[in-house]
């Protein structure tokens, strides 16, 4: 009797919760509602339980078996049942939800660095890899470490090629960075490792590769027995880094007062590799920089012995490298400052 | 400077290089090649023709029917040209010829008679009418030497010759020649040079009884030597000196002034002409000008000159400046009979002073101020003179007055290959650099080594160095990585936080711009800034490219608003910008200006407004760690809307201000556009914002927040009652969040409604709700008694 009582509920309780799967309503209170029905204290299985005095202690471990077997039963029902509601809920959630991942993203636009810093950030890593130190001079300078300190007396011609923007006799807006060099060796003893970034003045008239403001990297190296080679070895370096490991470097021969020897530093054309385009005008070599020894003279201009050290020097324009890595044909887009320019960096 | 292949060839034997491998190897051995021009160099299959026969057209009156023998055959040719006779040699263009601008000649039918191709102009051969004698200014040129038919035009009228043009530096005046660049070639190529030893006939008289020379300063004229030409017949010069003259640059004049710029060009060495009867006393003396004297040059320009100026005078007046150019009251005229040719060295600096003072600069101005070799004057004279003779165009006396106070100042140099390959981290042999110093003249003696007179530039070791191995080769130099004791790389402490600050600006959205340092003293007006302000005073460029470069800087805003005004007219409708750059001090007593970097913030556009330049200020100094930053209101900064302005101060100093730029300076710069902007003072902000970080204990109780609402007066700043509320609340007090400032229905007209947030914990234990009833009523009690703020 409380056997055929027992497995009727079972039944009952599938068939209900099998139909609160397909239900609609609300099925967290839906679902309670069931579980009290036939769980609760008083619940239909647990009204059959308490009739249990009843029976004969044979039928007991029996009817006790089923009635756990029926309640594990419901209660396994219950949970699979929950689960798959939830997962439906789920399915249902997703679908709703889908997104048009082709709309733009929220607005968290960062600005960006001028293709000037960015290149020069680039070029002062490098240096500072190999050792050297960032120095800085300044723009109103004297006449003395622009030129005379550089072997440029007055009245020397090579001041005609740098047509120099005069505060008064004395003082200029400095024509290279050239002189921090001369600071630098008259506050410090060699080793000497040290490049300068900054701006120089020309009195150049605006065009599209002339500017009167433009900025240089000037380097120096003095020490103990360096050599020419040793410059050839640095400037190969960073051209390297600079332009990737196939970059070669050519020195030609030139002249600048403050070096002795100087050259004239082309790197191979990082567009064609040296085989002749449009960038480096069929030449295969783009002329990159300025360089050489330190002239004896100026070595001594500042208390270094030159018999004892050596050095190197070069200096190169930013202007040009930016133009020439992002491939831009005027340089007054530096300083102009269009959005549209600055929103490509 | 521009070399005819030819010239350079009577002296070096160049004919096994052509012009491209001349033109790398010159430029690695020190001699830079900017390029090779030929002007014939577009012109293929023009030769030229005879003309034998001439007919009329028979279906047209303006055209005739030419036959030519062009060498190897007869052919007949159509033209309309009026100045063609039987008999004339003419350029002719064959069928398929190609002229100068690449135009294309080919056959075809003019009026139904056949044309087997063009005679041609000198248009056509991209010639000018002066050059060339048989030029016609609406014809065909007329040949005027006896050339034989189907000669290549080239040849016949010198078109083909290639012109090295070389980019001589500095230091090296004894390139600017002829002879120099010789004297490389030989050297680079490994060739003997073949100097040429200039041979006079004269006979003229003696030149002592013609002339007289006296130099007044030796220092300044350290040698002037003299020839004199007699009978002299003015006409132009050959051909071939013309064509030589021309593809180096100079224009033919006559025989005379064409022989001293031929020498200037072979030898580099100026030379002048007088007309010898026009110099008062055939008496020159090279003096200082007097203060004021008057002189007309050569080409017509007045002077007045003074004792900067060295001057070569006659017994009444200046009649040449010297080394820069003659006057024209001795000049070469046509009827000249007597000339004087003067070959003299001056001091350099004198050169460029009196060049400067005149406002000239020639050819020979130019080689002067770089310093010449006084031992090549006898020679460049004599080669003169001989030139003279081979073109008939005088007779030259006998002797030479050569005033010679020329030192020989050269040094031996030190020449230990040792030190040379220790210099230059190379292993070049001993025997190499000795052959190599001797090709370019050098003479070695034990371990010192003699530069020649004509190189001014080998003062020591360095100097020799280079010589050896621009002759070894530059390629050829050996690369070796940096050596001795490492030193740490690194910038400074300043330079790292720059960069610090233009990553963080450009992490808050702004683009950084980069601007000329220097401006006009207009944008001062513009920016309302006050006649009497300390930021008038400038640093003032002398020498400026204009008004509008003209002085440094002292403020960044007008170089931002520029900026800012710039982008407008290019209709970027939005921008946030932001520059660390330079303005520059001038400091009483000091040469040089102070340099101070400044950080400057603009922004227009989209929904941005003060708070937004503020926000960005806050954000910039919170992420340097400057914490007790105080802004102020300021109402009298003139470049700032006087309500919209504040004082950006930090533990007590000021380091810049914000706002929004006054409708006024708006206007100014023809804007219609808010402009928000702030510019501070990037030291200062450093020097209070030491940026360290210290650790603070996470809290263990809880934090309890009340919040409060005040209608206050709208004049009072919420700074006040911030400062209330933190002295009232102490030490328990976490956090002030201001979250609502509300003006508007159920707020008196003349109130503002404020609400914060305050956030109290205690780091002993969660807070007593009395203690915390107690901090709420005396912060309501003060703010009533400080500010007169009423709780809502």
């Not at chain 2, 070791?461 to 002759?471: F, G």
Request: with cysteine; proline share 5%.
């Amino acid at each position: 009797m409380m056997k055929e009582m027992l497995e009727k509920i079972g039944k009952q309780a599938q068939e209900e919760i099998a139909a609160l799967v397909k239900s609609s309503g609300d099925l967290k209170a839906e679902f309670e509602q069931v579980r009290v029905k036939y769980l609760g204290k008083k619940g239909e299985l647990t009204g059959v339980l308490r009739q249990m005095g009843k029976l004969t202690p044979e039928e007991r471990p029996v009817i006790g078996e089923l009635a756990n077997e029926v309640r594990a039963d419901i209660e396994k029902k219950l949970a699979d049942a929950k689960a798959k509601i939830e997962d439906l809920k789920l399915q249902q959630q997703l679908k709703n939800e889908v997104l048009d991942v082709t709309m733009p993203g929220k607005d968290f636009s960062a600005g960006s660095l001028h293709p000037l810093t960015q290149v020069l950030n680039e070029v002062k890593d490098i240096f500072i890899g190999l050792g050297f130190e960032v120095a800085a001079g300044p723009e109103v300078e004297l006449d003395y470490y622009n030129f005379e300190a550089l072997n440029i007396p007055k009245d020397h011609p090579a001041r005609d090629t740098q047509d120099t923007f005069y505060v008064s006799e004395n003082v200029l807006l400095r024509t290279q960075t050239s002189p921090v060099q001369i600071r630098v060796m008259e506050q410090k003893k060699p080793p000497i490792r040290i490049i300068a970034p900054g701006r120089v003045y020309r009195s150049d008239a605006v065009d599209a590769t002339h500017s009167p403001v433009f900025h240089q990297i000037e380097g120096l190296v003095v020490d103990r027995g360096v050599t020419m080679a040793d410059l050839k070895g640095t400037l190969e370096t960073v051209a390297k880094q600079l332009y990737g490991e196939d970059a070669r470097i050519r020195f030609r021969p030139h002249h600048f007062p403050f070096t002795e020897p100087s050259a004239e530093v082309d790197v191979s054309c990082f567009a064609c590799g040296g085989k002749g385009c449009r960038l480096c005008k069929g030449e295969g070599w783009i002329e990159i920089l300025g360089a050489g020894m330190v002239h004896p003279q100026v070595l001594r201009n500042c208390d270094i012995d030159p018999e004892e050290y050596s050095g190197f020097a070069f200096g190169m324009g930013l202007e040009r490298i930016v133009m020439r890595r992002f491939d831009i044909q005027d340089i007054r887009m530096f300083f102009e400052n269009d959005m549209r320019f600055l929103k490509q960096f | 400077m521009k070399l005819p292949w030819s010239w350079i060839g009577e002296f070096v034997d160049i004919a096994d290089v052509t012009p491209e491998e001349y033109a790398h190897a010159l430029t690695m051995s020190g001699s830079m090649v900017e390029g090779i021009e030929n002007a014939g160099s577009e012109i293929k299959n023009v030769v030229v023709g005879k003309i034998e026969q001439i007919e009329r057209h028979p279906d047209a009156d303006k055209l005739v029917v030419c036959q030519l023998n062009v060498g190897s055959e007869t052919i007949q040719i159509v033209t309309g040209a009026p100045n063609v006779k039987v008999g004339q040699l003419v350029p002719v263009a064959l069928h398929k010829s190609t002229l100068p601008g690449g135009v294309k000649i080919t056959k075809g039918k003019l009026r139904g008679v056949l044309s087997m191709g063009m005679m041609c102009s000198h248009e056509e051969l991209g010639m000018a009418l002066e050059d060339y004698a048989g030029a016609c200014e609406d014809g065909i040129l007329i040949l005027q030497e006896d050339i034989a038919p189907g000669t290549d035009i080239r040849d016949a009228l010198n078109l083909n010759e290639n012109v090295i043009d070389f980019d001589i530096t500095s230091n090296r005046p004894d390139c600017f020649s002829v002879i120099g660049m010789a004297r490389e070639t030989a050297a680079t190529f490994d060739k003997p040079i073949k100097l040429h030893k200039p041979e006079v006939k004269g006979g003229a008289g003696d030149v002592n009884a013609m002339a007289k020379v006296d130099v007044l300063d030796t220092e300044a004229c350290p040698r002037y030597a003299a020839r004199v030409v007699k009978n002299v017949k003015i006409a132009p010069s050959p051909k071939w000196m013309q064509d030589r003259l021309k593809n180096s640059g100079i224009r033919a004049i006559n025989n005379i002034v064409d022989i001293t710029n031929y020498i200037l060009l072979e030898y580099g060495q100026p030379m002048h002409a007088f007309d010898l009867d026009r110099v008062a006393g055939h008496h020159i003396t090279v003096r200082r000008a007097k203060d004021g004297e008057p002189m007309v040059t050569l080409d017509g320009a007045e002077h007045t000159l003074d004792s900067e100026v060295l001057v070569i005078s006659d017994e009444e007046k200046a009649v040449a400046l010297a080394g820069v150019m003659g006057g024209e009251n001795s000049e070469i005229t046509d009827d000249a009979v007597t000339v004087l040719f003067e070959c003299a060295n001056f001091e350099p600096t004198r050169v460029r002073r009196s060049a400067k003072k005149a406002g000239l600069r020639t050819e020979s101005s130019a080689r002067y101020e770089k310093g010449l070799d006084a031992e090549m004057i006898p020679d460049a004279l004599n080669r003169a003179c001989e030139l003279v003779e081979l073109l008939g165009a005088g007779e030259v006396c006998d002797g030479m007055i050569d005033v010679n106070h020329a030192q020989d100042t050269r040094k031996p140099v030190p020449f230990v290959p040792e030190k040379i390959n220790q210099f230059l981290g190379t292993q070049i042999s001993g025997t190499f650099m000795l052959e190599a110093l001797k090709k370019l003249g050098f003479t070695i003696e034990g371990d010192t080594c003699l530069a020649p007179t004509y190189r001014i530039d080998i003062h020591e070791m360095a100097d020799v160095a280079e010589e050896v191995v621009r002759i070894y080769g530059y390629d050829k130099l050996p690369t070796t990585p940096l050596r001795g004791e490492t030193t740490m790389g690194g910038q400074s402490e300043m330079e790292n936080k720059k960069d610090r600050i233009k990553a963080m600006l450009c992490g808050m959205g702004m683009y950084e711009i980069f601007t000329y340092t220097f401006t006009t003293p207009k944008m001062f007006d513009l920016l309302n800034v006050p006649q009497d302000s300390g930021l008038r005073n400038v640093v003032r460029i002398t020498n400026p490219l204009g008004e509008e470069t003209s002085v440094m800087r002292t403020t960044t805003i007008g170089a931002m608003m520029d900026t800012v005004a710039r982008n407008l007219n290019l209709r970027n409708d939005q921008a946030n910008l932001f520059e660390i750059g330079k303005v520059y001090l001038p400091q009483d007593g000091a040469q040089l200006p102070e340099e101070r970097d400044k950080i400057t913030m603009a922004f227009y556009g989209g929904s941005c407004d003060f708070y937004t330049v503020k926000g960005a200020v806050e954000a910039l100094l919170a992420g340097l760690g400057a914490q007790d930053a105080v802004y102020t209101a300021c109402t009298d900064n003139p470049m700032f809307h006087p309500g919209r302005c504040a004082a950006v101060e930090i533990g007590g100093k000021d380091c810049g201000v914000l706002g929004e730029v006054h409708p006024s300076v708006i206007r100014n710069y023809g804007l219609k556009t808010r402009v928000y902007l702030a510019e501070l003072d990037l030291a200062d902000i450093l020097s209070q914002a030491n940026g360290e970080k210290q650790f603070k204990p996470l809290p263990k109780y809880p934090a309890v927040t009340r919040d409060i609402a005040v209608l206050v007066d709208k004049t009072v700043p919420v700074y006040e009652l911030e400062k209330v509320i933190r002295s009232v609340a102490g030490e328990v007090l976490e956090q002030v969040k201001l979250f609502d400032v509300y003006q508007g229905e159920q707020v008196p007209e003349d109130k503002k409604s404020v609400a914060y947030a305050l956030v109290m914990r205690s780091h002993e234990g969660t807070l007593e709700e009395e203690t915390i009833n107690d901090i709420m009523k005396r912060t309501v009690e003060a703010l009533d008694n400080t500010c007169g703020a009423k709780l809502r």
